[in-house]
């Protein structure tokens, strides 16, 4: 007897839980987007990443095409920009000319889920490839709808989705018959290449991947892979920066990518979330108890395999050890565990290869189905512990968390505006100076004549992002390291690092120069609105 047909229903019902979960998302991704004010109160990407598609499209209405052929902002590849930049542009032009700002602000999001939505297809096709019946592969495709990591990188702009399809193609192409051929092996190469070069991140399942193609080809010679590594490096450098290819010419402009890659890469290096690695790394990549027992099951199925299917002994066995590998990579290399949980997200589609394990034996719908049952109470324990206050990594329903319980700063950050404007002379403030933390609804999109200068808990004159004096300081008393109490300022002091230290030293001097002396640097303020979260200082100079 067919088991699909014993369990119709139940593959009807995780298909459909899995389109609710994908609506709920695209709904979700509508939260903050009326207008380019509101973008700081959703995520500081949001601003930053619309504040570079802003300055490449008036480029390019500039007649300045040059930009579109090297934007690598904040460590992203071209391949990652340059679509965007392209597909946005009617877009920007939209929110120009009629001030309709919300496609333009949406769009970017929605993109990150139709990554998520092309993974759960994919993750499909590779499991029908390995006969697992439908009610396994529908049961899978809802696991991972439910991953924390999947849904909420489906509400951000950002990479980290696109990063994990493309790895997951790369390893659907390497599972196929693609390998026993030479364009098959191009395209492998081609689609490894997209994923590195979106993010150098996207590289992790490479290793992986060369495993499985040269199990899977008996009698490839060193030749056949000559072509293949070709595609690969020339599609990274192309897919990464087209400008590179001047290098020789030009030596300036590699040098250039990596003082930009540095930078970023010295911020995952940075200490966040918990100073013991292991704790920190559980936090990133689990974050509860209920998502790691989930995980520990999947992972199961990879012993199964391992030990029940001689022909996938191999390829499982190096699927455990390569996820050992990349954990313990994040665990000792990257220290903060934003950047741990958003670089597994890469690879953490490889547990789900347990079901494959599993769906030999019947009775393990109900195994899926009790999975399943957890991670909805995940979902569902998740958002209740940030709704009262805590904030758990991930969750599907952070945005709309959020929204519920930022009334109160929203009228704070519309107050703020409002006392700016009142105590200014001018038309248009010439340089605000605002801790990254403080709701405010101007940005640098929503007043794009104005400097915007942001302190990262390290507030100083040195960290003015303008030649301008600021003629505002819009501090946060709430959130801000230098504004702690004594006690939990040294607390912070002993759990960073040096570097790190000295920054969060320099902005409580900062703020304790301005409370007593009313200095910044060589301006002298005075406080213009205390709105209890904020506190906001005009600057006193002519």
């Not at 999001?109 to 439908?134: A, C, G, H, T």
């Not at 390569?322 to 589609?349: D, R």
Request: glycine fraction near 6%; hydrophobic fraction near 50%.
């Amino acid at each position: 007897m067919n088991p699909d047909r014993n369990f119709r229903f139940y593959t009807a019902v995780c298909y459909a839980l899995t389109a609710a979960v994908i609506v709920c998302l695209f709904a979700e991704n509508f939260v903050f987007s009326s207008n380019l004010s509101v973008l700081g109160f959703r995520a500081i990407d949001d601003t930053a990443f619309q504040t570079v598609l802003r300055q490449v499209h008036l480029d390019i209405q500039a007649g300045k095409l040059g930009h579109i052929l090297a934007i690598n902002d904040y460590g992203y590849g071209w391949i990652f920009w340059a679509p965007l930049v392209v597909l946005t542009y009617p877009l920007f032009l939209l929110s120009q000319t009629l001030s309709i700002d919300w496609p333009l602000i949406v769009v970017p999001r929605e993109i990150s889920l139709l990554f998520m939505v092309m993974s759960l297809v994919f993750l499909r096709k590779i499991l029908k490839r390995q006969d697992v019946p439908e009610w396994g592969c529908a049961s899978a495709v809802l696991i991972l709808a439910l991953f924390p990591t999947a849904g909420y990188f489906s509400l951000r702009f950002g990479t980290v989705n696109a990063v994990a399809f493309f790895s997951l193609l790369t390893l659907y192409l390497a599972l196929a018959d693609t390998p026993s051929t030479a364009k098959g092996r191009n395209r492998i190469a081609f689609s490894l290449a997209v994923a590195g070069g979106l993010k150098l991140s996207g590289l992790l399942i490479a290793p992986l991947v060369l495993v499985i193609v040269l199990r899977r080809v008996k009698g490839l010679r060193l030749s056949d892979f000559i072509a293949p590594a070709a595609v690969f490096l020339v599609s990274l450098v192309v897919l990464t920066n087209p400008r590179f290819i001047l290098v020789p010419f030009n030596p300036q402009i590699a040098a250039t990518y990596w003082e930009t890659l540095s930078y970023y890469l010295e911020v995952t290096r940075t200490p966040s979330g918990a100073s013991d690695p292991i704790e920190r790394l559980y936090d990133a990549i689990f974050g509860s108890t209920i998502f790691a027992l989930v995980m520990a099951v999947l992972a199961g199925g990879w012993l199964l395999l391992i030990k029940q299917q001689k022909s996938a002994r191999t390829e499982m066995i190096a699927v455990l050890v390569w996820v050992l590998a990349v954990a313990a990579y994040l665990m000792f290399s990257v220290k903060n565990y934003l950047s741990v949980g958003s670089y597994f997200t890469g690879v953490s589609f490889l547990f789900l290869l347990g079901v494959i394990g599993y769906v030999r034996w019947p009775k393990a719908v109900y195994l899926f189905a009790g999975l399943i049952v957890l991670m909805f109470a995940d979902v569902a324990g998740r958002a209740k512990e940030e709704f009262s206050g805590q904030l758990p990594p991930w969750n599907h329903l952070s945005y709309f968390i959020k929204e519920a319980q930022s009334k109160n700063d929203v009228d704070v950050a519309s107050k703020a505006a409002d006392c700016i404007r009142e105590n200014s002379k001018e038309v248009t403030v010439g340089h605000i100076f605002t801790d990254y933390t403080a709701p405010l609804a101007i940005n640098t999109l929503s007043a794009p004549n104005t400097c915007m200068s942001i302190a990262w808990n390290n507030l100083s004159p040195a960290g003015r992002y303008c030649d301008k004096p600021v003629d505002f300081l819009v501090l946060d008393t709430r959130e801000a390291v230098g504004f702690l109490p004594k006690d939990k300022f040294e607390e912070r002091i002993r759990t960073t690092d040096a570097k790190t230290a000295e920054g969060f030293r320099q902005d409580r001097q900062s703020r304790e120069a301005l409370t007593n002396a009313g200095t910044f640097g060589n301006q002298h303020f005075k406080l213009a609105c205390d709105l209890g979260r904020l506190r906001i200082f005009k600057s006193e100079n002519p």
